[in-house]
């Protein structure tokens, strides 16, 4: 069995191809990525050599890039986790990017999938299409798609499109919708590992607004594992959602990590919030617990240690990213909040 994965080289990506290749079952894997700023080879250094694995430089928004992984491999499934994933830059940076990666890559990957008579295609997707919540409550897999930033918006266009792929061309889709992702390899420009950097080298914890945004973590092991399992047994055209079951104010997030690194609370600064911030989101898994016998293999409180422990001991991957251009976009987005901080030089 043969599969592409898009986006192989990013967080989420890189973490599935390194647990499928684990599992010794066969399958081969060749993964297509246009290498941007989240992209990044190293994150797959131990398996690169692996005679079952591929790596393909490609864009899934140019539709000849596409077409030419599809006519050099016969894949039997297709799993899309590439993306422009970040909230933060869908507002400040821009949306054509998300536009032309979420939107339109997903459209060409979804038209190659349908001529190249692929048997399963697979939507990496997420939370946040729901919109936000009230005080109570869970996602469904019925709950209306509400996004309110470009980058859900995106998703939520995406998730659409392969819908309609399943409805009106017969390609056997299946869509999984997550949570917040946490572990290894995870670019530092997202809360975890940017405030793991932030308080190892004393540096002031950019808090949003009053903290008390609330999102649901999950270790990304087991995200991929559930992943999988939708894979091969999920239902065609059906939604699957998962969470880590641990929802908890952003602010909670971050004492939490001060903690474990030994770091004063006087590192947390809250500065101007998102524009547009969803207040909360909680997740509701018990379909893909029941249907498929999906479980979490990990607890946050031990999930958050080996991830701390994994940063602190991979610091050379840390700071390549958080040279160069990384730093352009930091003092971009956080240089703004500056006054907001109360004069703290954030950036
Ligand atoms: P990431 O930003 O770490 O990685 C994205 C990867 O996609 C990178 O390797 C990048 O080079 C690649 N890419 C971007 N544009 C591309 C293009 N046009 N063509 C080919 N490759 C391209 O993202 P992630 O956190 O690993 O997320 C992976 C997927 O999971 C995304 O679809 C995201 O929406 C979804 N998701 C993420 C989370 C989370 O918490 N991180 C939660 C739920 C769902
Ligand atoms: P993030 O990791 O960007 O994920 P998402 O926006 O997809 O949920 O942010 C997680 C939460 O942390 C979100 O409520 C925004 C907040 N946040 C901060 O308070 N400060 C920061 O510097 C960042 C990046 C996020």
Known sequence: MKILVTGGAGFIGSNYIRQVLAMEDGREIVNLDALTYAGNLENLKDIQDDSRYTFVKGDIGQRGDVERVFAEHRFDAVLNFAAESHVD?????????????????????????????????????????????????????????????PYSA???????????????????????????????FQFPEKLIPLMIA?????????????????RDWIFVEDHCAGIDLVLREGKADEVYNMGGNYDVPNIEIVRNILQILGKPESLITYVEDRPGHDRRYAIDSSKIQ???????????????????????????????????????????????????????DLA
């Open 154 to 184: 995106t998703k939520a266009g995406a998730d659409c499109l392969v819908r309609a792929a399943g409805h009106s061309h017969g390609l056997e889709v299946v869509t999984t919708r997550c949570s917040n992702n946490f572990g290894p």
């Open 89 to 149: 830059r869908s507002l400040h940076v821009g949306v054509d990017a998300f536009i032309a990666t979420n939107i339109q890559g997903t459209q060409n990957l979804l038209d190659a999938s349908r001529e190249h008579e692929v048997k399963r295609y697979l939507q990496v997707s997420t939370d946040e299409v729901y919109g936000s919540l009230g005080d109570e409550g869970y996602f469904t897999e019925t709950t209306p798609l509400e996004p309110n930033n």
């Open 290 to 344: 029941r249907e498929l016998s999906w479980e979490r293999a990990y607890a946050f409180p031990q999930a958050i240690e080996k991830t701390v422990e994994w940063y602190l001991s991979n610091d050379g991957w840390l700071q390549n990213l958080r040279s160069g251009d990384y730093q352009d976009y930091y003092r971009m987005l956080y240089g703004e909040r500056s006054d907001a901080a109360e004069g703290l």
């Open 198 to 214: 932030n308080a190892q080298e004393d540096k002031p914890l950019p808090v949003y607004g009053d903290g008390l945004h609330v």
